[in-house]
C-alpha cells in the first residue's frame, strides 16, 4: 500500500496487480464459454488432466525431440500452476502440475474451479481477473459483456498482450473469429449469432484512463524506484506499507494549475510544462507535475527528461568565482561586447536585447541575467571549476567543456538542477538525496528503509559564496529583476529564470529556505514557443503555485553572513572591450578558443568533434523583460487560474490497485 505524507491511501500495490473478484454467477454463460472453448474444450468430461495432450506437452520437453508444444494443460492444471507453482519448464514442473490438478478436482466443483481460474488468470495490461480485464477493455463490467467482447477477450489468454486488441487489432479480431468457430463446433452459439458477433463493433476503453492512481505522475516515480530496488518476489509476498513524501493538497493544486496554465499559453504555442518542489533540508519531494495529462502522456519530464537549462545555469558560475574571491556581489564588471576567434571565424555572444549597458555590478548582471559578463567570468575562473561546482551541488550530467556552458548549453534533467539549487537555498548543505519515499515497512512491521531518521547532510560549499549567489538571487526576485514576477510579500525569496533564445525552454527556479520549486514549458517535439521566457511564463505559475503551498510554511530569512560584505573585489573586464571607470583597476583576461567537445566510441577511439560554428545568434540568452502579449493570448498573471485553499477541491483517498 502506497500513503502520502498524511498517511492516505494513494494507491494499492498487489504483486502489480489490478484484480476485482466477482462470483461465477455473475459472469455470463457466453464469456465461460468463450474461455472453455479456446483452453480447454473438454474441461466437462475431464477429471483435471487431459492424458493425451500431458503426453505431447511431456514428450516436447525431452531434448532432440522435435514435437509441436502447446495445448497441454487444462483450466485445472493452469490453476495449479499460478496458485502454487513456477512458470520453469521442466518435466518436474509438470508432473507436479498434473498432481495438483487431480487434487483440485478432487476437493472442488467445476464451478468452483472455473471461478478461481477466471479471477486468477492474467489478461494483459495488468489486468487479472475477467473483471479487471473487461474495466480495462471495454470500461464495463463483465457481466455486461456481449457475445462479440466476450469472444474477443476468450482468445486472447495463450498470449495476452500479443494478441492484445491495443497491439494489433487485426490480430485480435482473427482470435476473436477463432474463439466464435470453436464455440460454433462446441455447441455454444449457432452460426448466424457467431457471424452477427464478428461483424459487430467493438468499442475500446483506451488504454491508460482506467489505470486509477492518486497523484500518478509522482506515483508512477515512487513505483519505478520500488521496482529498482526490491524482487518482484518481496514486492509480491512482504505486504510493504510505503509512506511517500508528498503533500496531497499541493499536489492537486500543482496538477491543476499546470493544465489551466498550459491551457491559457496553446496560443504561443507552449503545449507541455513540468513542476517539482522539494523541501532542501531533507530532500523531500512535494510535488511532480510531469507532464499536462498523465492520461495522453505518462513520460515523466521531471525525471526522464534533459533540456538545456539557459541561464538558470549562471548561479553554478558566479559561485565559483566568488569561491575564489575573484568577484563579490558589488564588484564592478563591464558589458561590452566580446569575440572569441574560433576554426578562422569568430564567436560573440550577445545578450538578449542586443545591447550592452557598460559598467555594472555583479549583483545587477545576475538580476538583469547579462550573457556578456557570465561568459567572461567563465573564461576567468575556468570551464573545469565551474563543472567542479556543479556537480559537487548535485548536478549529474555531463557538461560541456566550452565557454557555452556559462549560457546553460549543456542539458539537464530538472530534477538534479532543483537538487542542486537546494544546496544555494540551505547556506551550503547538500542532503544525500531527494526522495519521494519516507519509509518502507514490511508485514512484519520490519523497517526496510527510513528517510525519517536517517537523513545525511553533508556541507559541500562555504556559507559565505553561498550568501553571496543569495544576494544576487534575491534580486531576480525584486522589482526590476527578470523574476520579478515571482515576487510574494512578507516571504524571502531568491531564484533565477531561463530561457533559450530560440524559445525552445523557459524556466524559473525560485525557493525559500522551506522549500525550492522548479518550473519549465516548452515542447515534447522540441518546436519553439511564440515569446515565451522564464521571468514572464514561468515565474507567474510558480507564484501561484507557492502562494498556495508556502501557507504551511511560516516565514524564514535566508541565513545572513557579513564577513564578505565590508571586503571589495576588484571587477573582471575583458581586453578586447571598452575601458572600466577610472577607480576600477582591470583584470586582463586572456582571449581563448572554447575548447573543442571530446568524446570516446565504444571501441575506445577518441573522437574530436570541431565546435559549433561560432558565427551565430548564441541560443543561450535570457530576456529581462516580458514580452508583449499577442493579442487574443496574454500572459500577465491575472490570465493564470486563481487558485486559493478555499478554492481547492480535495479529492478522497483512493483505494486503488497500481499497475
Same mark, same amino acid.
Given at each position: 500500500?502506497?500513503?502520502?505524507?498524511? #498517511?492516505?491511501?494513494?494507491?494499492?500495490?498487489?504483486?502489480?496487480?489490478?484484480?476485482?473478484?466477482?462470483?461465477?454467477?455473475?459472469?455470463?454463460?457466453?464469456?465461460?464459454?468463450?474461455?472453455?472453448?479456446?483452453?480447454?474444450?473438454?474441461?466437462?468430461?475431464?477429471?483435471?488432466?487431459?492424458?493425451?495432450?500431458?503426453?505431447?506437452?511431456?514428450?516436447?520437453?525431452?531434448?532432440?525431440?522435435?514435437?509441436?508444444?502447446?495445448?497441454?494443460?487444462?483450466?485445472?492444471?493452469?490453476?495449479?500452476?499460478?496458485?502454487?507453482?513456477?512458470?520453469?519448464?521442466?518435466?518436474?514442473?509438470?508432473?507436479?502440475?498434473?498432481?495438483?490438478?487431480?487434487?483440485?478436482?478432487?476437493?472442488?466443483?467445476?464451478?468452483?474451479? @472455473? *471461478?478461481?481460474?477466471?479471477?486468477?488468470?492474467?489478461?494483459?495490461?495488468?489486468?487479472?481477473?475477467?473483471?479487471?480485464?473487461?474495466?480495462?477493455?471495454?470500461?464495463?463490467?463483465?457481466?455486461?459483456?456481449?457475445?462479440?467482447?466476450?469472444?474477443?477477450?476468450?482468445? @486472447?489468454?495463450?498470449?495476452?498482450?500479443?494478441?492484445?486488441?491495443?497491439?494489433?487489432?487485426?490480430?485480435?479480431?482473427?482470435?476473436?473469429? $477463432?474463439?466464435?468457430?470453436?464455440?460454433?463446433?462446441?455447441?455454444?452459439?449457432?452460426? /448466424?449469432?457467431?457471424?452477427?458477433?464478428?461483424?459487430?463493433?467493438?468499442?475500446?476503453?483506451?488504454? #491508460?484512463?482506467?489505470?486509477?492512481?492518486?497523484?500518478?505522475?509522482?506515483?508512477?516515480?515512487?513505483?519505478?524506484?520500488?521496482?529498482?530496488?526490491?524482487?518482484?518476489?518481496?514486492?509480491?509476498?512482504?505486504?510493504?506499507?510505503? %509512506?511517500?513524501?508528498?503533500?496531497?493538497?499541493?499536489?492537486?493544486?500543482?496538477?491543476?494549475?499546470?493544465?489551466?496554465?498550459?491551457?491559457?499559453?496553446?496560443?504561443?504555442?507552449?503545449?507541455?510544462?513540468?513542476?517539482?518542489?522539494?523541501?532542501?533540508?531533507?530532500?523531500?519531494?512535494?510535488?511532480?507535475?510531469?507532464?499536462?495529462?498523465?492520461?495522453?502522456?505518462?513520460?515523466?519530464?521531471?525525471? *526522464?527528461?534533459?533540456?538545456?537549462?539557459?541561464?538558470?545555469?549562471?548561479?553554478?558560475?558566479? @559561485?565559483?568565482?566568488?569561491?575564489?574571491?575573484? @568577484?563579490?556581489?558589488? =564588484?564592478?564588471?563591464? /558589458?561590452?561586447?566580446?569575440? %572569441?576567434?574560433?576554426?578562422?571565424?569568430?564567436?560573440?555572444?550577445?545578450?538578449?536585447?542586443?545591447?550592452?549597458?557598460?559598467?555594472? &555590478?555583479?549583483?545587477?548582471?545576475?538580476?538583469?541575467?547579462?550573457?556578456?559578463?557570465? +561568459?567572461?567570468? $567563465?573564461?576567468?575562473?575556468?570551464?573545469?571549476?565551474?563543472?567542479?561546482?556543479?556537480?559537487?551541488?548535485?548536478?549529474?550530467?555531463?557538461? *560541456?567543456?566550452?565557454?557555452?556552458?556559462?549560457?546553460?548549453?549543456?542539458?539537464?534533467?530538472?530534477?538534479?538542477?532543483?537538487?542542486? %539549487?537546494?544546496?544555494?537555498?540551505?547556506?551550503?548543505?547538500? +542532503?544525500?538525496?531527494?526522495?519521494?519515499?519516507?519509509?518502507?515497512?514490511?508485514?512484519?512491521?520490519?523497517?526496510?528503509?527510513?528517510?525519517?531518521?536517517?537523513?545525511?547532510?553533508?556541507?559541500?560549499?562555504?556559507?559565505?559564496?553561498?550568501?553571496?549567489?543569495?544576494?544576487?538571487?534575491?534580486?531576480?526576485?525584486?522589482?526590476?529583476?527578470?523574476?520579478?514576477?515571482?515576487?510574494?510579500?512578507?516571504?524571502?525569496?531568491?531564484?533565477?529564470?531561463?530561457?533559450?533564445?530560440?524559445?525552445?525552454?523557459?524556466?524559473?527556479?525560485?525557493?525559500?529556505?522551506?522549500?525550492?520549486?522548479?518550473?519549465?514549458?516548452?515542447?515534447?517535439?522540441? &518546436?519553439?514557443?511564440?515569446?515565451?521566457?522564464?521571468? #514572464?511564463?514561468?515565474?507567474?505559475?510558480?507564484?501561484?503555485?507557492?502562494?498556495?503551498?508556502? =501557507?504551511?510554511?511560516?516565514?524564514?530569512?535566508?541565513?545572513?553572513?557579513?564577513?564578505?560584505?565590508?571586503?571589495?573585489?576588484?571587477?573582471?573586464?575583458?581586453?578586447?572591450?571598452?575601458?572600466?571607470?577610472?577607480?576600477?583597476?582591470?583584470?586582463?583576461?586572456?582571449?581563448?578558443?572554447?575548447?573543442?567537445?571530446?568524446?570516446?566510441?565504444?571501441?575506445?577511439?577518441?573522437?574530436?568533434?570541431?565546435?559549433?560554428?561560432?558565427?551565430?545568434?548564441?541560443?543561450? &540568452?535570457?530576456?529581462?523583460?516580458?514580452?508583449?502579449?499577442?493579442?487574443?493570448?496574454?500572459?500577465?498573471?491575472?490570465?493564470?487560474?486563481?487558485?486559493?485553499?478555499?478554492?481547492?477541491?480535495?479529492?478522497?483517498?483512493?483505494?486503488?490497485?497500481?499497475?
Amino acid at each position: 500500500v502506497i500513503y502520502d505524507s498524511e #498517511g492516505n491511501i494513494l494507491g494499492k500495490l498487489y504483486d502489480e496487480e489490478n484484480r476485482v473478484v466477482i462470483p461465477i454467477d455473475q459472469i455470463p454463460d457466453h464469456v465461460k464459454q468463450a474461455v472453455i472453448s479456446m483452453e480447454d474444450e473438454r474441461f466437462y468430461q475431464h477429471g483435471g488432466v487431459d492424458n493425451k495432450a500431458v503426453f505431447r506437452s511431456i514428450v516436447s520437453l525431452i531434448p532432440g525431440v522435435n514435437m509441436v508444444r502447446g495445448g497441454g494443460s487444462t483450466l485445472t492444471q493452469q490453476l495449479a500452476r499460478n496458485l502454487f507453482l513456477t512458470r520453469d519448464i521442466k518435466i518436474s514442473r509438470k508432473v507436479a502440475e498434473i498432481f495438483m490438478a487431480n487434487k483440485i478436482e478432487s476437493v472442488l466443483t467445476k464451478d468452483q474451479i @472455473l *471461478q478461481l481460474y477466471l479471477n486468477e488468470v492474467y489478461w494483459g495490461h495488468n489486468a487479472y481477473g475477467v473483471e479487471s480485464a473487461s474495466r480495462i477493455f471495454f470500461n464495463k463490467s463483465v457481466k455486461n459483456l456481449n457475445l462479440a467482447e466476450a469472444s474477443m477477450i476468450g482468445g @486472447l489468454l495463450s498470449s495476452p498482450e500479443y494478441y492484445s486488441p491495443y497491439r494489433d487489432f487485426k490480430r485480435a479480431k482473427w482470435r476473436q473469429a $477463432l474463439t466464435l468457430q470453436n464455440m460454433v463446433r462446441n455447441g455454444y452459439v449457432t452460426q /448466424d449469432e457467431a457471424d452477427k458477433a464478428k461483424d459487430q463493433k467493438v468499442y475500446l476503453a483506451g488504454l #491508460g484512463k482506467n489505470y486509477k492512481m492518486a497523484h500518478p505522475y509522482f506515483t508512477s516515480y515512487v513505483l519505478s524506484i520500488l521496482r529498482q530496488r526490491y524482487d518482484d518476489s518481496i514486492l509480491r509476498t512482504a505486504g510493504l506499507k510505503i %509512506y511517500t513524501t508528498i503533500d496531497s493538497e499541493a499536489q492537486t493544486v500543482a496538477e491543476d494549475l499546470m493544465a489551466k496554465s498550459i491551457a491559457a499559453l496553446r496560443g504561443r504555442n507552449i503545449t507541455q510544462g513540468a513542476l517539482l518542489s522539494i523541501d532542501p533540508n531533507n530532500g523531500y519531494i512535494k510535488t511532480i507535475v510531469g507532464g499536462v495529462d498523465f492520461s495522453q502522456s505518462e513520460f515523466n519530464r521531471v525525471t *526522464q527528461a534533459k533540456r538545456q537549462p539557459g541561464s538558470s545555469f549562471k548561479p553554478f558560475v558566479y @559561485l565559483t568565482a566568488f569561491q575564489k574571491k575573484l @568577484l563579490n556581489p558589488y =564588484s564592478t564588471v563591464m /558589458d561590452s561586447p566580446i569575440s %572569441y576567434p574560433q576554426n578562422g571565424s569568430v564567436w560573440s555572444p550577445k545578450n538578449y536585447d542586443g545591447t550592452y549597458r557598460g559598467s555594472m &555590478t555583479v549583483l545587477d548582471a545576475v538580476r538583469r541575467s547579462i550573457n556578456t559578463v557570465a +561568459v567572461k567570468t $567563465l573564461e576567468n575562473v575556468g570551464v573545469d571549476s565551474v563543472i567542479e561546482t556543479a556537480k559537487k551541488l548535485g548536478v549529474s550530467s555531463k557538461l *560541456q567543456n566550452n565557454l557555452s556552458l556559462a549560457l546553460g548549453s549543456s542539458e539537464l534533467s530538472p530534477i538534479e538542477l532543483a537538487y542542486a %539549487y537546494g544546496v544555494i537555498a540551505t547556506g551550503g548543505n547538500k +542532503v544525500k538525496k531527494v526522495s519521494p519515499i519516507l519509509k518502507i515497512i514490511d508485514k512484519d512491521g520490519n523497517v526496510l528503509e527510513d528517510n525519517t531518521q536517517f537523513v545525511t547532510i553533508e556541507k559541500v560549499y562555504d556559507a559565505e559564496s553561498i550568501d553571496m549567489m543569495l544576494e544576487c538571487m534575491k534580486a531576480v526576485v525584486a522589482p526590476g529583476g527578470s523574476g520579478a514576477a515571482a515576487m510574494m510579500s512578507g516571504r524571502d525569496i531568491a531564484g533565477k529564470t531561463g530561457t533559450t533564445s530560440d524559445n525552445k525552454d523557459s524556466w524559473f527556479v525560485g525557493f525559500t529556505p522551506q522549500l525550492v520549486t522548479l518550473v519549465w514549458v516548452g515542447n515534447d517535439n522540441n &518546436t519553439s514557443m511564440i515569446g515565451a521566457t522564464g521571468g #514572464g511564463t514561468c515565474a507567474p505559475i510558480w507564484k501561484k503555485y507557492m502562494s498556495y503551498a508556502l =501557507s504551511k510554511y511560516p516565514p524564514k530569512p535566508f541565513k545572513r553572513v557579513d564577513s564578505w560584505r565590508n571586503k571589495s573585489v576588484k571587477g573582471i573586464y575583458h581586453n578586447n572591450t571598452s575601458q572600466p571607470a577610472n577607480d576600477q583597476e582591470t583584470v586582463t583576461i586572456t582571449e581563448v578558443t572554447p575548447e573543442p567537445t571530446v568524446s570516446s566510441s565504444d571501441e575506445g577511439i577518441t573522437i574530436i568533434e570541431e565546435p559549433k560554428d561560432p558565427d551565430f545568434d548564441n541560443p543561450y &540568452t535570457e530576456s529581462t523583460e516580458t514580452p508583449p502579449p499577442i493579442e487574443g493570448d496574454k500572459i500577465e498573471e491575472s490570465a493564470l487560474p486563481t487558485i486559493s485553499p478555499e478554492d481547492i477541491e480535495i479529492p478522497e483517498p483512493l483505494e486503488t490497485q497500481i499497475p
